[in-house]
């Protein structure tokens, strides 16, 4: 009798644990009452709650702008494309003479969440679809647990990148390309990175549907930025160009260059001045852009070259190393990228392996930032002293497991293929 009660209780938890509606329950309701409890605020113009340590502040005060009918994109620059501002100005004039820091910040972050729960959507289904109902719900449970992305719901807005990349990830391997082109179009005008997904497609289909998604992409993306250029080219073009213009930071190329700081851009003044996206503030770069961009064009083509895996875990993993390599060689890191990397880890590696590795990346991400920069307050956010030798070690760490990813990648892709697409 008690051997049958056991069996009865392991079925009961059996049932719970795959039971996907009560996961999306305790997804929302936990994110939500932690938005309740630590509210974001301004106290004596410091930041508290959920918002602190993180850029929302920041994005506040541009949006705030409008309030004085300053506009993204017409009266000041933005150093992303389009959707990010919109969505932010949208929200603060939509509270009108009511607008606070603390209610925009609340009324963003569950914005945000609702594309936090379409990533938990669509891990579960991209798991299903590569590996099976089970293992599609343990990832869903797996990233329900993991920490990264839910703090960034409140920092920043890679949430929204991360949706449209795996959003046209899915309607890619469900054969509807139309829809996914559109899905990282829209994915490329809040961040570039979703286009890189364009490899893939290079890669996994053949030349006239590659050719057919591309155009798709180009056009919608746009017929977007069209307008924006006709109403002013001069504060439109810094979304295209800005990112590219920053000295580096965080990476083995910034330790190379000397630069310790994070990549934050000047005042909010500046961005009244479209000279200023292209102001250099750090040390000029010892290996320059062109040549790590040879570097990575070069990794790339040998993985394109040699990848043999043509079935539908090839093609996630064709992603996951693309992004990597776009990573690696960028003069910049920000820890806000680990929304986009670690669904591409679990979905690629379903293992224990794969959530450790996510668990270590996300720790020494974090200790780096924000537990290392917090302490630069006397330096103006420099590291220095003391913290230069621990900065490194991170640095260097952290370059190491991507590296190390980009091997697994490579490995995955070298494996016989099970079918061609």
């Known amino acids: 009798m008690h051997n049958a009660g056991s069996n009865r209780d392991s079925l009961t938890i059996g049932g719970l644990l795959g039971d996907f509606r009560l996961l999306l329950i305790l997804f929302i309701s936990f994110r939500v009452m932690l938005l309740i409890v630590y509210q974001p605020l301004l106290v004596d113009g410091v930041e508290r709650g959920l918002g602190a340590q993180g850029d929302r502040l920041y994005h506040y005060a541009l949006a ?3 309030a004085q009918d300053q506009w993204p994109f ?9 959707v990010w501002y919109w969505l932010t100005t949208a929200v603060y004039q939509f509270q009108g003479a009511n607008a606070n820091y603390g209610s925009w910040s609340m009324l963003l972050g569950l914005i945000v969440l609702v594309f936090d729960v379409g990533n938990l959507i669509l891990i579960r289904k991209i798991g299903e679809h590569l590996h099976g109902p089970n293992t599609g719900m ?3 449970w797996v990233y329900a647990m993991t920490f990264a992305p839910m703090v960034f719901i409140w920092w920043n807005f890679e949430t929204l990148v991360a949706f449209f990349l ?7 391997l469900k054969g509807k390309e139309n829809r996914s082109a559109v899905a990282i179009a829209l994915g490329a005008l809040t961040k570039f990175t979703p286009a890189l997904i364009l490899g893939a497609v290079w890669r996994f289909r053949d030349v006239r549907a590659a050719l057919k998604y591309t155009l798709v992409t180009l056009v919608v993306f746009a017929l977007a930025y069209l307008p924006l250029f006709a109403q002013n080219a001069e504060m439109t073009l810094p979304s295209l160009t800005a990112q590219f213009s920053k000295p580096s930071y965080q990476t083995v ?6 630069n310790y700081t994070t990549g934050n851009f000047g005042s909010i003044e500046s961005h009244f001045d479209p000279a200023q996206a292209a102001a250099s503030t750090g040390n000029p770069a010892v290996v320059p852009s062109w040549l790590r961009l ?8 040998l993985v394109y070259a040699r990848t043999r895996r043509f079935d539908d875990r090839g093609l996630v993993a064709f992603v996951g190393i693309t992004l990597l390599i776009f990573f690696l060689q960028a003069q910049g890191w920000s820890p806000q990228w680990l929304v986009q990397i670690i669904p591409l880890v679990l979905l690629t590696f379903p293992t224990k392996n794969g959530v450790l590795i996510v668990v270590i990346l996300s720790l020494v991400t974090f200790v780096e930032y924000p537990l290392l920069f917090i302490r630069t307050g006397d330096s103006g956010g420099v590291i220095e002293g003391a913290l230069v030798l621990p900065f490194t070690a991170l640095v260097l760490t952290r370059t190491s497991i991507l590296i190390g990813l980009c091997v697994a990648f490579y490995q995955r892709l070298r494996q016989e293929p099970v079918f061609r697409q």
């Open 64 to 66: 705030e702008l409008t």
């Open 74 to 82: 017409r009266d000041w620059w933005s150093e992303f494309p389009p």
């Open 138 to 140: 343990t990832l869903a």
């Open 166 to 172: 795996l959003l046209g990830m899915w309607w890619l």
């Open 253 to 258: 190329w910034a330790l190379l260059d000397g």
């Open 294 to 301: 040879g570097l990575a064009a070069a990794v790339g083509l």
